[in-house]
């Protein structure tokens, strides 16, 4: 149903509705203060998701608590409880009018999202004072649209400089150690499209072996992943075994479904390198017709394969050397798969939003 699958995909923004505590009562007579409203906060946790902020917050509600009010026994009313979430470094705040109103960079960064309101006094009369109410957008920040991932002899580089020929640079972000290197697809009616160049993978990335972990990391900062295998296969080491361009696929499902396997819900493109190196034709028919049942086969080594598969929007076959007609269609099919998916994201933004709104005037989503 729609819930199992939303357990299943990777969340780069969400919505949410925060509503800050109302300040108590004051009194009086004695001259006592209601105790103020508290706040709805964000912190930077490196570890938060913005997944793990919707199962601590049910219906994507923040609520503070409210002030206590004063009493003769106790002039001065208690303080009512923040509402803090946590988030991961590099996330945007917006607002209801697509503003952004706030940045999370690194661990030291907070941002009020909503006030409470000042206890009862003698300038309101002592009536407690309700707190802010208001929607939100958070948007984990993107380094790229697209993301290049593969083991380290795809020639990622290479696919990286022919498409988009000169404009490649490293690029560093404040919320991030690592510096991928970033390049921009320009397209003759000036449409850009930006490329990030994660570093090989090598078999158990996932479980730290060095960088890995951080390069997987930056997936989840991409829209949609190119997945990059040689067509004559990968060895690590010279006295490894030559894992083939399929085993390759099964192999980087694998790593990043270990890695987290809501990211197997990107969108995704397959890319096979170097046919310019094959003899024979028929090595990349035979790759072609085996992904065909990529997730029914039964000759592939049981460790190799994943529990959930990757879905390639296409499969598409270069030489980004030595034919610049496939890189060419490579840049086109790019720029239709991130069309087709922006239209996508936008008709499920347009559906959570009617549903948020549904919700809070209580209304059955028909």
Not at 174 to 190: C, E
Not at 231 to 240: A, H, N, R, T, V
Not at 247 to 270: A, D, H, T, W
Request: aromatic share 8%; net charge positive; proline share 5%.
């Amino acid at each position: 149903g729609a819930m199992s699958k939303l357990k299943k995909k990777f969340l780069d923004n969400i919505r949410i509705y925060v509503k800050a505590g109302s300040g108590g009562n004051g009194h009086p007579k004695f001259g006592g203060i209601g105790g103020s409203g508290g706040n709805v906060v964000l912190k930077v946790d490196e570890k938060a998701t913005l997944k793990r902020v919707l199962s601590k917050f049910p219906g994507a509600r923040l609520e503070a608590g409210h002030g206590g009010h004063s009493h003769q026994h106790r002039l001065l009313g208690e303080p009512g409880q923040d509402a803090t979430a946590f988030v991961p470094p590099g996330v945007s705040v917006v607002n209801d009018h697509g503003h952004i109103v706030g940045e999370l960079n690194s661990e030291k960064d907070s941002f009020v999202l909503a006030n409470g309101g000042p206890g009862g006094n003698s300038h309101n009369g002592y009536t407690g004072e309700t707190g802010e109410k208001k929607h939100y957008r958070l948007d984990l920040k993107l380094i790229a649209d697209v993301g290049l991932v593969g083991f380290p002899n795809a020639g990622k580089s290479t696919i990286m400089k022919a498409l988009s020929r000169c404009n490649v640079k490293i690029a560093s972000y404040p919320f991030t150690t690592i510096a991928p290197r970033v390049g921009k697809i320009i397209f003759d009616d000036h449409r850009q499209i930006s490329l990030a160049d994660l570093p090989g993978l090598i078999e158990g990335a996932h479980a730290n072996f060095g960088m890995g972990h951080k390069f997987l990391k930056h997936i989840e900062r991409t829209r949609l992943i190119l997945l990059c295998v040689d067509i004559m296969g990968f060895k690590l080491k010279p006295e490894d075994p030559n894992r083939s361009a399929l085993e390759n696929v099964y192999l980087l499902n694998r790593e990043l479904e270990m890695f987290n396997g809501q990211l197997l819900s990107k969108p995704c493109i397959l890319v096979v390198n170097k046919i310019d190196m094959l003899e024979n034709e028929a090595v990349l028919k035979d790759f072609i017709l085996s992904m065909e049942n990529y997730k029914t086969s039964t000759n592939i080594e049981e460790f190799m394969k994943p529990k959930e598969y990757l879905h390639f929007d296409e499969i598409i076959p270069i030489s980004a050397k030595f034919k610049p007609k496939t890189v060419n269609y490579l840049k086109e099919r790019i720029r239709h798969w991130c069309d087709v998916h922006e239209e996508k994201l936008i008709d499920d933004k347009c559906f959570e939003k009617i549903q948020t709104n549904l919700k809070e005037y209580q209304l059955p989503l028909v």
